[in-house]
């Protein structure tokens, strides 16, 4: 299992921008799909974005199309998500994981990643 560790939250007023990174222990070249999921008080953690090894797919949530962004440095080992536009209801823990295909990471089967503990990110004026 790959350590995760996520960074990059905080306050923010909507409409406003954040980049989280995820920082992966080991290489995660051989992960096919890294994410992001986001979690509130109560609720179930949501699958946000996926990006396979190559970069050249990606899959978003449809209450964050057109305004994240996921990438994936497999040099570096290290997940991004770009936040703009942001709103309330983008408020939760965000936290990374990855997995040998999508539909692990929908049902968060057989994930590769040992959960880390979330970036928290609040969106309020």
């Known amino acids: 299992q790959v350590q995760l560790v996520e960074s990059g939250g905080g306050l923010v007023q909507p409409g406003g921008s954040l980049r989280l990174s995820c920082a992966a222990s080991?290489?995660?070249?051989?992960?096919?799909?890294m994410g992001w999921y986001r979690q509130t008080p109560g609720k179930e953690r949501e699958l946000v974005a996926t990006?396979?090894?190559?970069?050249?797919?990606?899959y978003y949530v449809d209450s964050v199309k057109g305004r994240f962004t996921i990438s994936r440095d497999n040099a570096k080992n290290t997940v991004y998500l770009q936040m703009n536009s942001l709103k309330p209801d983008d408020t939760a823990v965000y936290y990374c994981?990855?997995?040998?295909?999508?539909?692990?990471?929908?049902?968060?089967?057989?994930?590769?990643?040992?959960w880390g503990q979330g970036t928290q990110v609040t969106v309020s004026s």
């Open positions: 994981n990855g997995a040998s295909t999508w539909s692990m990471m929908a049902t968060k089967r057989n994930l590769r990643g040992n």
């Open positions: 990006i396979v090894t190559s970069g050249g797919k990606t």
């Open positions: 080991a290489s995660i070249f051989s992960i096919y799909v």
